[in-house]
């Protein structure tokens, strides 16, 4: 995580919040801006958590057999809504998904609806493969009583439902035809939804509208191959990554094209999430290290 300068230019050097060799992919805030919610493999399977910014220790939420991912707040505050798919030992049943809720005081977990699809091993090998991306995905904006919103990837295209972590599927959003991998984020508001393709070469951004304006395009100045994106808190502005020879160029940028570099991964950064109160950046930044080790007296 790092602190997001006030006044602009690059944030000083990111700390780490996590420090096991595990995968981390952090997904949102408490409202208070005070502690993270990821998930994590550090038990076997993928479980979610929540750990304080000024901690060394994780706190499990949701834990058990099921894969589960992807934990973030309701637009009220009252839910942790997350997404799960059932095991059968070692296998994923991946045609079975579930969006689920619990709440934040703690209780057991039900069911809001039922998803389709699944986005794939968080931990494939290769490990370039590593990813939080792909469908089904979900947002939800900091608007009390604005549904959330559930992205499905049907044949070619990717569906964008509107949702109630209480009664379930609202309606159709809209729809888009998609090449390949692609990423979206949900504005704060709820009234924008940014898009783009992990195979575009321009550098362009989509946004749909979903309050009846015109559709808008932003072309990211000087950068192109975008990976991922992000709202600012206060919704005048994206994080972006991008893929580049000499580590993963993080970005801020302005609703009309402006670039400005904040950070540099080692190799892969994703999962971008701005605090509420927009102090704050938490971020995935994969590492590799290769070690040689000596075992004496091997028999």
Not at 8 to 26: D, H, Q, V, Y
Not at 51 to 80: C, F, H, K, M, Y
Not at 85 to 101: A, H, N, T
Not at 251 to 256: I, W
Request: hydrophobic fraction near 35%.
């Amino acid at each position: 995580m790092a602190e997001l300068p006030a006044n602009g230019g690059r944030f000083s050097k990111p700390r780490r919040l996590t420090f096991e060799e595990w995968i981390n992919w952090p997904t949102a805030w408490t409202r208070d801006s005070q502690a993270v919610l990821f998930y994590s493999d550090r038990n076997g399977d993928l479980d979610i958590f929540r750990q304080g910014v000024n901690t060394r220790e994780a706190r499990a939420l949701v834990t058990g057999p099921d894969e589960t991912r992807d934990p973030r707040l309701s637009s009220d505050g009252r839910w942790i809504l997350y997404l799960a798919w059932p095991r059968d030992g070692e296998r994923v049943r991946s045609g079975e998904g579930q969006l689920m809720r619990v709440a934040v005081g703690g209780g057991p977990p039900q069911i809001v609806l039922r998803v389709a699809g699944y986005p794939g091993s968080a931990r494939v090998d290769p490990p370039d493969s590593l990813t939080a991306k792909g469908h089904p995905r979900f947002r939800c904006p900091s608007v009390p009583q604005s549904p959330c919103v559930l992205s499905e990837l049907v044949q070619s295209q990717v569906v964008f439902t509107a949702f109630d972590p209480v009664e379930g599927r609202k309606g159709e959003l809209a729809r888009i035809n998609v090449k390949g991998d692609d990423f979206w984020d949900l504005s704060p508001d709820g009234r924008w939804i940014a898009t783009g393709q992990l195979s575009g070469t321009d550098g362009r951004i989509r946004l749909l509208p979903l309050a009846g304006q015109a559709p808008r395009e932003i072309f990211v100045s000087d950068w192109s191959f975008l990976e991922s994106v992000a709202w600012a808190a206060d919704g005048k502005a994206l994080f972006v990554t991008g893929f580049a020879s000499k580590g993963t160029p993080l970005l801020r940028v302005s609703l009309d094209g402006k670039a400005q570099l904040l950070y540099r991964g080692s190799k892969y950064v994703e999962s971008l999430v701005p605090s509420p109160d927009g102090r704050y950046l938490a971020f995935s930044d994969m590492t590799v290290e290769s070690n040689a080790w000596v075992i004496e007296n091997l028999r």
